[in-house]
């Protein structure tokens, strides 16, 4: 259980292009998603929270015009990055929490695969 | 702010035990985590335990937490070329919240 799925794993696209990343729970519903951004050889860095209904949450440095998040159900949230460079080349993955409200205070963060952008 | 340090690197013989380390400084972490990161691919959540408790097992897999210390310690025992992967620990400080991750260790097992 608790399978967290990434859409797609690798993208190469052309630098002015927005790319669409879409995280899927399949067996679990999750009020909140959380999406990290790993360079190579390093460790994770939180981009934001991703909140069902809401506005993400966006940690400090990260440009929310830049990182659109949308979560609109309680298993699927995207995140667009808009007019991509190639500065912006990275793994990027997600991880779900499940459980609604209360329900979730005993559920830890499971992850997807991750995203592979590539920006020529 | 929080911060988690790891070291980065461990190599071993298959059929040993590894046991990779981890300090943390956020003295109101409620939750310590072990994560394997297989190349090109996403976290596997191995194990995980609550401050209150000092160690937890589970089959190949013993965590040790050292509050005072803020020390934790993921020990694998018969380690196999198939456990080669990044492990990551990681805290979080109010019941699942945001996690803060470690730098992560390199874990090399040769035959």
């Known amino acids: 259980g608790a399978v967290v799925s990434q859409h797609p794993s690798w993208v190469i696209c052309k630098s002015g292009t927005s790319v669409k990343i879409e995280c899927r729970s399949l067996d679990f519903q999750a009020t909140t998603m959380f999406w990290y951004r790993q360079f190579p050889k390093q460790s994770l860095m939180l981009m934001a929270t991703s909140n069902e209904g809401s506005k993400a949450t966006y940690e400090q440095g990260v440009e929310k015009d830049k990182f659109l998040i949308n979560h609109a159900s309680l298993t699927l949230s995207t995140l667009t990055v808009t007019s991509a460079h190639p500065e912006d080349s990275s793994f990027y993955i997600c991880?779900?929490?499940?459980?609604?409200?209360?329900?979730?205070?005993?559920?830890?963060?499971?992850f997807g695969d991750g995203t592979r952008l590539s920006i020529l | 702010g929080e911060d988690v340090e790891q070291s980065l690197f461990l190599s071993v013989r298959e059929g040993d035990s590894s046991v990779i380390n981890c300090t943390y400084t956020?003295?109101?972490?409620?939750?310590l985590y072990w994560y394997k990161q297989e190349p090109g691919a996403g976290l596997q959540l191995l194990t995980y335990i609550f401050s209150n408790m000092d160690m937890k097992q589970d089959q190949r897999l013993t965590v040790l937490l050292n509050k005072k210390d803020k020390h934790l310690s993921l020990r694998i025992a018969d380690t196999q070329t198939g456990d080669s992967a990044i492990y990551f620990c990681?805290?979080?400080?109010?019941?699942?919240?945001?996690?803060?991750f470690g730098t992560g260790t390199r874990l090399l097992v040769s035959p």
């Open positions: 990681a805290e979080s400080n109010s019941g699942f919240q945001k996690l803060v």
């Open positions: 991880s779900a929490r499940p459980g609604q409200g209360a329900s979730r205070s005993n559920q830890p963060q499971h």
């Open positions: 956020d003295s109101s972490s409620t939750y």
